[in-house]
């Protein structure tokens, strides 16, 4: 196993002295503290992102095999041609690199030594704090009280318009949680993570909850020491609790009769339990959207859509393929990680994406998942939320990524860099 060696508070030459002279630490907290990590050989499969992605697809095409809606599409042969296609494209950018490095030597089962500034991260995380407080404050004396307060009759904004700065926003609350989750001391963690997430419930966003949780969970599958079948179990644990998250906050945000009538559900699927019913239409409607986007579209130009979430909101242009949402049977605004690059470009798009996901996922894999685990769960939380929307795009995704590597690079360190104990 790869793993971040743990030390009392110590200087430089206590640090490279060895094992043996390290001290005891007397009354001070421990600066320096040891994460487990896994070798690649031993990941479980969840955390290897192909493996993912297959899973993931095979999740929606199991769910729109249930055709909950009546809008849902109504073969399989066309998701399953989508799916086919995707996965060949991936697997064909995968291959690619191991074809152009037939030498590179895959980092990820070596037997490094790493230590991690807690300090340093405790540091990094309570700049954030105060960057996410700032915009909040912003936010209340603009827009006044967070969408939540709605549910305790306050009058508010809805969630999609309510409040600035949400791009940095919340990308900065999802670092705020992840990085504490490996803080062993239980006030700062349960303080920090406490605060993350009850702002970004404030805010009605549930699907930055859940991906800040999947996160969460993906840095732990990384560098926990727990046997692989555990964390498998702990895997469908954590989907049902994601699911009932989801569900919990839908029903507080949608009625019933809204979400039967806006997603336009079946009549004989009203007693199904709602949990059931949110997960199901959650990964079948938007693939049933694309399906219905590629029957009805008609491909005339290049355009480039699928680079404005990069931008930040008030820069972003009118979007091309606004009258998407009018074609029959489309329900609503998400259409899964492909739909802006088949109207963008057709069915080139969609290879084209999957190409760079596969080159993606070899390189990651080759540095190593856990190696640089803050940034890897970012990947694999982007490739568990391809169901749903791109995710890869998006400014706060960029902007999560560069935080998350500046992180990594200032708190990770392997035995004997002087970085950690010089400060």
Not at 230 to 250: E, H, Q, R
Request: net charge positive; glycine share 6%.
């Amino acid at each position: 196993m790869i793993k971040f060696t743990l030390l009392p508070y110590c200087s430089f030459t206590e640090l490279t002295a060895g094992y043996s002279s390290w001290p005891s630490p007397v009354g001070k907290a421990q600066r320096l503290q040891q994460v487990l990590l896994r070798p690649n050989s031993d990941l479980p499969f969840y955390c290897r992102p192909v493996l993912l992605f297959v899973l993931v697809w095979m999740m929606m095409l199991a769910a729109l095999s249930f055709h909950v809606s009546y809008d849902s599409y109504p073969t399989m042969e066309l998701p399953l041609s989508l799916f086919a296609i995707s996965l060949a494209a991936l697997l064909a950018g995968y291959g690619l690199v191991r074809v152009l490095f037939p030498v590179a030597e895959a980092r990820g089962d070596g037997d490094d030594e790493y230590v991690l500034d807690v300090a340093r991260l405790r540091k990094v995380n309570v700049f954030l704090v105060m960057v996410a407080v700032a915009i909040m404050i912003l936010n209340l004396k603009l827009d006044g009280l967070p969408p939540a307060f709605g549910f305790l009759s306050f009058e508010t904004k809805n969630y999609l318009e309510y409040g600035r700065l949400k791009q940095l926003l919340f990308p900065s609350l999802i670092c705020i949680v992840v990085n504490s989750s490996l803080d062993r001391s239980r006030i700062w963690k349960v303080a920090l993570m406490a605060f993350g997430l009850l702002s970004l419930l404030l805010y009605v966003t549930r699907g930055e909850v859940l991906a800040t949780l999947l996160q969460v969970f993906f840095v732990f599958s990384l560098t926990s020491r727990i046997q692989k079948k555990k964390l498998v179990v702990s895997a469908g644990v954590m989907v049902l609790a994601l699911a009932f998250l989801a569900s919990l906050v839908g029903n507080n945000r949608t009625t019933q009769s809204s979400f039967f009538a806006v997603l336009q559900i079946r009549r004989e699927f009203w007693e199904w339990p709602m949990i059931a019913l949110w997960a199901i239409s959650y990964f079948s409607i938007p693939v049933s959207n694309l399906c219905w986007i590629v029957h009805n579209f008609h491909f005339e130009t290049a355009t480039w859509s699928f680079l404005y979430p990069a931008l930040p909101a008030f820069w972003i242009p009118v979007d091309p393929h606004d009258s998407v949402t009018g074609y029959s049977h489309v329900v609503d605004g998400v259409h899964t990680y492909l739909a802006t690059y088949y109207l963008d470009l057709s069915y080139p798009g969609i290879v084209l994406i999957n190409v760079v996901l596969g080159v993606a996922c070899a390189f990651i894999m080759r540095r190593g998942m856990s190696r640089n685990c803050l940034t890897s769960s970012i990947f694999l939380g982007c490739i568990a939320y391809i169901f749903f929307v791109d995710n890869f795009m998006p400014l706060s995704t960029i902007l999560q990524f560069a935080i998350q590597a500046f992180v990594q690079g200032k708190v990770f360190y392997p035995k004997g860099i002087t970085g950690a104990a010089t400060e």
